[in-house]
């Protein structure tokens, strides 16, 4: 029988996992932050994985469908706070659910430009 598991691989997911959870309970608030923010690029992480099946160079897609949604969602970042405007007041999940899609959709369609053109100059 193959060895598929050492111990070394264990003792590092624990210290990983000991890790990840000490930073959770330590500072709340920056890891809600940080999850929250992070939610922004599921829309853009479905489009590229979606792409990246059409296409033969399956990481290059979603390599550059992430890139294009970050730069999409900074290069659209000014004009969806001055969109946004009086919604940015509130309790956080009334301001996060409301201008969901306002933050979102510009990461998820610069995804879907940029991989559908790796998709299209590397086809399966």
Do not use: E
């Not at 500072?27 to 590229?48: D, E, K, M, Q, R």
């Not at 919604?87 to 409301?98: E, H, K, R």
């Not at 430009?113 to 299209?120: H, I, L, N, S």
């Amino acid at each position: 029988m193959p060895r598929t598991f050492t111990l070394q691989r264990l003792f590092l997911a624990v210290t990983l996992c000991g890790v990840l959870l000490w930073f959770v309970l330590s500072f709340p608030y920056t890891t809600l932050g940080l999850l929250l923010f992070a939610s922004w690029f599921i829309p853009s992480l479905v489009v590229s994985v979606f792409l990246s099946r059409f296409s033969s160079r399956r990481l290059v897609t979603v390599g550059l469908g992430m890139g294009a949604a970050l730069l999409g969602f900074f290069g659209f970042l000014f004009p969806s706070l001055m969109l946004a405007g009086s919604n940015l007041w509130g309790t956080w999940w009334q301001v996060y659910f409301s201008n969901y899609g306002l933050f979102s959709l510009p990461a998820a369609c610069c995804a879907l430009v940029f991989g559908g053109a790796t998709c299209m100059d590397h086809p399966r």
